[in-house]
């Protein structure tokens, strides 16, 4: 309306750096012209070395046994894909292993793609549900021992396309992205 070109569509495959793009299907940096769907302004890309090795981060992972290991590395790389992700990862355990901070972690780098909410706002309101646009990570924190609403969650986290009703604006259908 407003005479502005549209929004060039992204490229759900790439995350732009402040040195770099870089590609999350190839595992490389990229030089396309494509815009990226994700970026980080604030953080450099490094590529995987043992000096490179999120050590403090992989403590966390001390207290899960090895063979669950896989799982939650393939759940980790999900939250890059800009494509939607029908499965739902829950984590438990006992308390004080660190669950919560690794979750705390992965929301503070993340920023603005990952969006903490319990599940009964999440639910309940329309306006906490319209955040999710845009994100990649939705943790709802302190799940309870037994869900009344899973069919709401689940059409909230497995389709491809949402609709979102913002605050004093009428339904729109968004691409859904989060994990």
């Not at 069919?151 to 913002?166: D, F, Q």
Request: aromatic residues 8%.
């Amino acid at each position: 309306e407003s005479g502005a070109k549209d929004i060039p569509i992204t490229n759900k495959d790439e995350i732009i750096f402040s040195n770099c793009k870089f590609n999350v299907k190839t595992r490389k940096k990229s030089d396309s012209d494509t815009l990226a769907d994700m970026g980080f302004k604030d953080y450099k890309y490094l590529p995987r070395s043992k000096k490179n090795e999120p050590t403090e981060f992989l403590k966390l992972f001390e207290n899960i046994p090895e063979y669950q290991h896989p799982r939650i590395k393939a759940g980790l790389r999900a939250i890059f894909n800009g494509r939607a992700d029908s499965r739902i990862s829950i984590i438990h355990g006992k308390s004080r292993v660190g669950k919560t901070t690794m979750l705390n972690i992965l929301c503070d780098i993340l920023g603005e793609y990952a969006y903490p909410v319990t599940l009964e706002n999440f639910l309940n309101d329309r306006a906490t549900q319209a955040n999710i646009v845009g994100k990649r990570l939705v943790v709802f924190q302190d799940l309870p021992s037994q869900w009344k609403e899973m069919n709401a969650l689940k059409t909230s986290t497995g389709e491809k396309y949402i609709n979102i009703r913002k605050f004093n604006q009428d339904v729109r259908v968004e691409e859904n992205k989060i994990k």
